[in-house]
């Protein structure tokens, strides 16, 4: 009884003692490959017999420089691993169930235009159903024989002309250009195609009902809609079956953009932004309405809740059953909510969903039982999950992962968050998210980066963030604070606090920001000569007017932002309309305003050094924008100025290798001007090179060239730091190890490699140790323990196995030297080869020769394997040699002992 006590007591320790080990581990920073590689989740979709769960997910094709989309499924009823169901270089997005769930309808760039392609859900090739020259822009099944499509006529006899001349002249705002958008009718049988609608305008958007005897479309009429407010769409009731058409939703300033159909065809829920600017189509406060198909009449859904629904990344709510799945507009967490329409009153219940979970959703789908339920949830400091779950009243239970997103951040330093709120200008409450510093440390100060969001009717949500545009935990990894600011402006605070900027542009905003960082630097977090800007179109707007406004930024990183109102009143696709509403009306009516405003006129006052970055072919914030803002600063010439275009690229960048330069762009500027680690850069210099790898280490010698350092008059291998111990960067060194030998003449040399009386061989003394049996490594390490005073170690197994997961990149191995990936019948070809060169020059390499391992540490998988201490006391080698290949699939085999070495640990208090 006493043994077995015993054993679980043991047993119970060694689980503690992982878990510190695992909590203590020291993190990677985030690299920019990493934050390109983010997994992008969008548009889940339950099957009809709510057994499956489709949805796009993005990744990026780097030899393509894009991001390639393709579909997955999960299994809602099974534990079964989810399955990718398309592959290959096109992208395929859009995925809709048939009605009666056994094949999936998809969109396919793979015949370069836009096409629907339909896989049974069972297994099969995807087979290509349209071949609309044009492409498809929108579909909807409407039943299981046939799809209802948008798209354009085929091209006009006076644009293929037009082709044929060369002629590439635009006329702007051409309304006889203004070709249609309409809808069509597959056949999935014979693959005939009948035209729906013969409108003369642009379907923007439309639905069909479960039934397949209705379609409600949206029409945009001009090109004029987005340059003026005066323009509101049109809807449509379609009767599928004769073709008649009836209008709907005329109400003045009535203009739903998403609207979906009850689950019996009777109803159409959407929703509308209602607010005190109608007349200049205005963002407003986004409430659910409710369209009776009968009555022809719509009213709105009570939710007792003035803020209004909270937007969930395009998809605001699921319909079915008398059943409503939406969330609560409430700042940084909109908390879920389902509405249930009661079957005696046909009046709505709310519940409140109880659970951990509910309040930062991020995506969600409801199934056709009305109970099925599938979202995906992170916060600001947890990767991204795909869960599912059911419904119950106000409950959400049976909840289980089905996929954890982003893998490759699972070993990355990821920032703890807080939502904080202060006081701004007037006594306003104003809501923020801050990420800490890697290494915090209560009472010490920090720098600090406010990355500011674009808009300004949006907002920074308590969501997982890694993006080209904002990357807060590559930031925080730098040892800074990063604070994300909801401004007077942003959306989900309610209807005063959205329309509070407007005609009142800058004069609350930037009073919000400078008071959260005066919040941070009264708390004692932020130092206060350490401040920086980032953002991106708002947000570098309001970056380019808090520099102007003071001088108490260090730097400043401003992608896509005005500088001058009045050029864009003209030169912004929707300027008069964003103009009117955020500085008051018109330039040639409030010029004085419009100058006021505008920074360009202020840019002498500036201090802070400005990175500028444009795409070329931005229509939002014209890239003009960006020209005049560098060339003032550069012609009044106080401070360091740089603009950085980006071809063919719009408002958003497209290409990876232009978001990877973005990036590299804000960090040097960054580490320039607040960090003070300036990288200058040499073209000539190839990154990787020999050259490169050499001039980026850090290594530590002595007089001698002796890689360590000198502890008490003795040469002792150089640690860093993994959580409560210190790892040695390197294997032990030859010259590390002579100093042991020296005074411990008792010792048996005779499996050391290339000890001799003299000593080792001139020239070698960074060479690993190697030929050592365990008794010695383990007597080496209590001798330098007993020199230094400090308690040294061999790692433990368990430990080395956890460092080897984390290595990445090529080390020294029979793959270096052959010049590729060895298979094992390749190396046995090779073998007579690398016998001669063990007796010429040897396979050994200096240690540090390669790239770091992980982090900071040396060749933990290459050069010469390792002695690790079982936890039965015993020795194990571990890690690859220059005696191994690099294929995973080969069983490991530990090498004779000339090519076995050992590193240290040092054990901290």
């Known amino acids: 009884m006493f043994k077995r006590l015993?054993?679980?007591?043991?047993?119970?320790?060694?689980?503690?003692?992982?878990?510190?080990?695992?909590?203590?581990?020291?993190?990677?920073?985030?690299?920019i490959d990493d934050i390109l590689k983010v997994d992008r989740v969008s548009d889940l979709q339950i099957s009809p017999d709510c057994k499956y769960v489709v949805w796009v997910q993005s990744k990026p094709d780097?030899?393509?420089?894009?991001r390639i989309n393709h579909l997955w499924m999960a299994f809602l009823k099974e534990k079964i691993e989810p399955i990718q169901l398309t592959r290959g270089e096109n992208s395929n997005w859009s995925p809709r169930w048939s009605p009666d769930g056994k094949r999936l309808a998809f969109l396919s760039d793979r015949k370069k235009k836009s096409q629907i392609f339909i896989m049974p859900i069972l297994g099969g090739e995807p087979e290509?159903?349209?071949?609309?020259?044009?492409?498809?822009?929108?579909?909807?099944?409407?039943?299981?024989?046939?799809?209802?499509?948008?798209?354009?006529?085929?091209e006009y006899f006076y644009e293929k002309k037009a082709k044929e001349r060369k002629d590439d002249a635009k006329v702007i705002d051409d309304i006889e250009a203004f070709y249609p958008i309409r809808l069509f009718e597959i056949n999935l049988k014979d693959k005939k195609i009948i035209r729906i609608t013969k409108n003369k305008d642009r379907i923007q958007n439309f639905a069909i009902s479960p039934n397949g005897n209705w379609a409600i479309t949206m029409h945009i009429d001009t090109p004029l809609y987005e340059v003026e407010a005066k323009h509101r769409p049109k809807y449509f009731?379609?009767?599928?079956?004769?073709?008649?058409?009836?209008?709907?939703?005329?109400?003045?300033?009535?203009?739903?953009?998403?609207?979906?159909?009850?689950?019996?065809?009777r109803k159409v829920f959407l929703i509308e932004e209602k607010s005190n600017y109608e007349e200049k189509r205005a963002p407003g406060i986004p409430f659910l309405y409710e369209y009776n198909l009968e009555k022809n009449k719509c009213q709105l859904i009570p939710i007792n809740w003035e803020k209004g629904i909270g937007e969930i990344y395009g998809r605001i709510f699921d319909a079915e059953k008398n059943k409503i799945v939406t969330s609560l507009a409430n700042g940084v967490i909109n908390p879920l909510i389902v509405l249930e329409r009661s079957q005696k009153s046909d009046k709505w219940r709310i519940f409140k969903i109880n659970h951990k979970m509910a309040a930062n959703i991020s995506n969600h789908d409801l199934g056709k039982d009305g109970k099925t339920f599938v979202f995906i949830h992170s916060t600001s400091s947890t990767l991204p999950a795909l869960y599912c779950g059911e419904l119950s009243k106000n409950k959400l239970i049976n909840v289980r992962k089905l996929v954890q997103f982003n893998k490759h951040l699972k070993n990355k330093f990821i920032a703890k968050s807080e939502i904080i709120r202060w006081k701004s200008k007037n006594g306003r409450e104003i809501e923020g998210i801050l990420y800490y510093p890697k290494d915090y440390e209560k009472g010490k100060r920090y720098p600090l980066i406010v990355s500011i969001h674009g808009g300004p009717s949006a907002y920074d949500p308590d969501?997982?963030?890694?993006?080209?545009?904002?990357?807060?935990?590559?930031?925080?990894?730098?040892?800074?604070?990063?604070?994300?600011?909801?401004?007077?402006?942003?959306?989900?605070?309610?209807?005063?606090?959205?329309?509070?900027?407007?005609?009142?542009?800058?004069?609350?905003?930037?009073?919000?920001?400078?008071?959260?960082?005066?919040?941070?630097?009264?708390?004692?977090?932020?130092?206060?000569?350490?401040?920086?800007?980032?953002?991106?179109?708002?947000g570098a707007i309001l970056s380019i007017g808090l520099v102007v406004e003071t001088d108490r930024f260090k730097v400043a990183c401003c992608g896509a932002g005005d500088v001058n109102w009045i050029s864009d009143y003209g030169n912004c696709r929707?300027?008069?309309?964003?103009?009117?509403?955020?500085?008051?009306?018109?330039?040639?009516?409030?010029?004085?305003?419009?100058?006021?405003?505008?920074?360009?006129?202020?840019?002498?006052?500036?201090?802070?050094?400005?990175?500028?970055?444009?795409?070329?072919?931005?229509?939002?914030?014209?890239?003009?924008?960006?020209?005049?803002?560098y060339r003032t600063l550069q012609q009044i010439g106080k401070v360091p100025v740089r603009f950085v275009l980006f071809p063919g690229e719009p408002h958003g960048f497209r290409r990876i290798s232009h978001q990877r330069r973005k990036i590299e762009e804000e960090l040097a500027w960054f580490d320039k001007y607040l960090f003070g680690k300036e990288e200058k850069k040499n073209k000539a210099l190839k990154k990787g090179s020999p050259l490169d790898i050499a001039l980026k280490k850090d290594f530590k010698y002595d007089e001698e060239g002796n890689l360590g350092i000198i502890i008490n008059g003795i040469l002792v291998p150089e640690t860093v730091r993994?959580?409560?111990?210190?790892?040695?960067?390197?294997?032990?060194?030859?010259?590390?190890?002579?100093?042991?030998?020296?005074?411990?003449k008792d010792i048996n040399t005779s499996s050391i490699v290339g000890w001799t009386e003299k000593g080792f061989k001139p020239g070698t003394q960074n060479y690993p140790v190697s030929g050592i049996d365990f008794e010695i490594a383990i007597k080496y390490c209590k001798w330098l323990s007993e020199k230094t005073g400090e308690k040294y170690r061999l790692p433990k197994e368990k430990e080395m196995k956890e460092w080897l997961e984390k290595c990445t990149g090529n080390e020294n191995t029979l793959c270096y030297w052959a010049g590729y990936n060895l298979s094992p019948d390749e190396a046995d070809m090779l073998e007579e080869k690398f016998q001669e060169l063990e007796k010429t020059q040897g396979l050994i390499l200096p240690v540090g020769y390669f790239n770091a391992s992980f982090g900071k540490i040396y060749d933990l998988n290459g050069n010469v394997s390792e002695w690790c201490v079982k936890e039965n006391g015993e020795g194990i080698i571990l890690g690859l040699s220059a005696r191994h290949i690099c294929d995973k699939k080969e069983p490991y085999r530990s090498p004779s002992l000339e090519y076995v070495?050992?590193?240290?640990?040092?054990?901290?208090?």
Not at 722 to 744: C, M
Not at 901 to 909: V, Y
């Open 6 to 31: 015993l054993k679980i007591i043991l047993s119970l320790n060694l689980i503690v003692i992982s878990f510190i080990f695992f909590v203590f581990a020291e993190k990677q920073i985030i690299t």
């Open 722 to 744: 993994i959580g409560k111990i210190e790892v040695g960067r390197f294997e032990v060194t030859r010259a590390q190890f002579a100093q042991f030998l020296r005074e411990n």
């Open 901 to 909: 070495g050992f590193r240290i640990l040092k054990e901290t208090k």
């Open 128 to 154: 290509q159903v349209t071949d609309v020259k044009m492409g498809i822009i929108r579909f909807a099944w409407r039943n299981n024989h046939s799809i209802i499509f948008s798209a354009r006529e085929n």
């Open 463 to 538: 969501w997982f963030t890694l993006s080209w545009g904002d990357y807060p935990h590559l930031l925080a990894g730098k040892n800074c604070f990063v604070l994300f600011v909801n401004y007077s402006g942003s959306s989900n605070y309610g209807l005063e606090f959205l329309e509070s900027i407007f005609g009142k542009y800058y004069e609350l905003e930037i009073p919000d920001i400078l008071s959260g960082i005066d919040y941070l630097i009264d708390k004692g977090l932020v130092d206060p000569d350490k401040l920086g800007l980032m953002g991106w179109s708002n």
């Open 237 to 265: 009731l379609i009767n599928l079956n004769d073709y008649t058409v009836k209008e709907i939703w005329k109400e003045k300033y009535f203009s739903p953009t998403r609207f979906q159909w009850s689950y019996d065809s």
């Open 62 to 66: 780097f030899k393509k420089d894009k």
């Open 574 to 629: 929707f300027g008069p309309q964003f103009d009117n509403l955020y500085l008051g009306g018109p330039f040639r009516e409030k010029l004085d305003v419009y100058i006021k405003k505008s920074p360009i006129f202020r840019l002498d006052r500036v201090k802070t050094p400005t990175l500028i970055l444009f795409g070329d072919k931005d229509t939002n914030v014209p890239t003009e924008q960006g020209f005049e803002h």
